[in-house]
């Protein structure tokens, strides 16, 4: 079982940056994958960028590509979501993920994860 709380959130202006944590408890985080989405109002929750649990390998979606980057320290059990060039349409709740495999294939689904927080919220004025 790992547990997950997310910070890091916040009200920023377009243009700005933010980066957002994941700490984890319980079973060996650094033994897991990680994997960020985001829930605007209204909409389903969707895939953002995930990362293995070695580091080596991260994949990002369409609409952040080139502007999020995920890491993971294994050492601290925390993983981060740095967001540069935020823009309105990132305007969402942020979920951590982790799961003990992630498939190449499926890394994007939501039920590719057992284990979620409970989000923080990134707000980004126009």
């Known amino acids: 079982q790992v547990q997950l709380v997310e910070s890091g959130g916040g009200l920023v202006q377009a243009g700005s940056s933010l980066r957002l944590s994941c700490a984890a408890s319980g079973r060996t985080f650094s033994m897991y994958a990680m994997g960020w989405f985001r829930q605007a109002p209204g909409k389903e929750r969707e895939f953002v960028a995930a990362i293995r649990w070695t580091g080596s390998t991260s994949y990002y979606s369409d609409s952040v590509k080139g502007r999020f980057t995920i890491s993971r320290d294994n050492a601290k059990n925390t993983g981060y979501l740095q967001m540069n060039n935020l823009q309105p349409e990132d305007t969402a709740v942020y979920y951590c993920?982790?799961?003990?495999?992630?498939?190449?294939?499926?890394?994007?689904?939501?039920?590719?994860?057992?284990?979620w927080g409970q989000g923080t919220q990134v707000t980004v004025s126009s």
């Open positions: 993920a982790g799961t003990s495999y992630l498939s190449s294939t499926y890394y994007y689904q939501l039920g590719s994860y057992a284990y």
